[in-house]
């Protein structure tokens, strides 16, 4: 194995109860929350309103499935003026992304800044970049934004998705809480659990793995695959949940340092154009990719044989994708969720435009692509 570096500066306090730690990791910093509309409805803001006090200047609770540039530009008109030394993001991937997103226009002070830098290719970020302090407050168990320095926002009028990246936008602290997974629907439990599936399997498919990031991602993977039928059927066990939030903690960890690769790059159009769910999007090419990958290192096999508790042979890793895809009811076609032959050429040619694919162990061609989407039919 050739020599890497490896780093990711996040503080994790993880724990049951650990969300009313909030007030000691702030201190007497002054505080915005950004959130959903849901985590009002289960009472969290209350928690969180009680234990920051006065601290607490403002918050945004506006945040969709997949903020767009103008839920951005939302919230920055909501924030923009609140002077704050922490943003806070608390619920699933989206909100904890849109906080990074918040905190980085805070530094820029302009509305524009964003689009410019990832529309128009501007590369630079305002000097100095200090943005907030950011800190993370998973609700569910799969983006791993907890740990990241990535946040995506979407165009879906160009059915795109794009990702701002700056190592000031690793949070300061992320406060893992299995008890705030108690809640979470059969539905939200399996797409965000897949979503952490294809984190750690896309950490392994990668050319910029290395030993640590595949340590991490196997034991992800292994735990994803004993503890993510079980979470769908026993939501109210907390170790339960524990496994999983850990096991999207590992999957989050390793992703930091190697990026997402194909699966994702896949799931975009899936997403924009055809409204999956990001985690189902992202997770069900990974079967279909198994002999991809496998041709370009064939040591894949036994890793993803090793999380996965099956024989170390292609067909055997394939059976344990669709099987877990079995255990939580989503169906593995394409089909099924209204793409058709004709469809697939706007899907090859938006997956060629995404800077993820470069990640992939294996280098495909739009003719390559088009026979796996087609076999995923």
């Known amino acids: 194995m050739n020599d890497f570096t490896s780093y990711n500066p996040v503080k994790i306090k993880f724990g049951a109860g650990v969300i009313d730690e909030l007030g000691d990791v702030i201190g007497n910093r002054r505080v ?54 922490v943003v806070v993001g608390l619920g699933g991937g ?15 002070n302009n509305n524009e800044w964003l689009k410019k830098h990832l529309l128009l290719g501007d590369t630079t970020f305002p000097t100095p970049f200090t943005p907030p302090a950011i800190v993370t407050i998973p609700t569910t168990a799969g983006s791993g934004s907890e740990v990241s320095k990535w946040a995506s926002i979407w165009d879906m009028d160009e059915k795109m998705k794009y990702s701002i990246s700056h190592p000031a936008l690793y949070p300061e602290v992320a406060l893992c809480d299995p008890e705030l997974g108690l809640t979470l629907s059969k539905r939200a439990t399996t797409f965000t659990g897949l979503d952490a599936l294809s984190h750690a399997v896309e950490s392994i498919w990668n050319k910029n793995r290395n030993p640590l990031s595949i340590t991490l991602a196997v034991g992800a993977i292994r735990t994803i695959s004993s503890n993510l039928p079980l979470a769908y059927f026993s939501g109210d066990d907390i170790a339960i949940r524990a496994k999983m939030l850990t096991a999207s903690l590992m999957a989050g960890l390793a992703m930091s340092n190697t990026q997402t690769a194909l699966a994702h790059c896949i799931s975009y159009p899936l997403t924009a154009i055809y409204g999956l769910p990001h985690g189902m999007a992202c997770s069900l090419p990974l079967p279909w990719l198994v ?4 041709g370009e290192a064939v ?31 989503v169906n593995p076609y394409l089909s099924a969720y209204g793409v058709d032959n004709a469809g697939i050429e706007d899907i090859v040619d938006r997956i060629f435009k995404s800077d993820r694919l470069g ?4 280098q495909v061609d739009q003719s390559l692509m088009r026979s796996l989407l087609k076999r995923m039919l």
């Open 299 to 329: 040591e894949t096999i036994e890793l993803l044989a090793d999380g996965l508790g099956c024989a170390a042979d292609t067909a055997s890793v394939e059976k344990a994708f669709f099987a877990i895809f079995e255990a939580v009811g």
């Open 32 to 85: 915005i929350v950004v959130t959903t509309q849901g985590t009002e409805r289960r009472g969290l803001m209350k928690r969180i309103r009680s234990g920051l006090g006065e601290r607490l200047v403002g918050v945004y609770a506006n945040t969709p499935s997949n903020p767009t540039f103008e839920i951005v530009e939302d919230a920055f008109r909501a924030l923009n003026k609140i002077n704050c030394e």
């Open 94 to 108: 989206s909100p904890l992304d849109l906080a990074k997103v918040v905190a980085a226009m805070k530094t820029s």
């Open 359 to 362: 990640n992939n162990l294996t």
């Open 291 to 294: 002999s991809l990958n496998e």
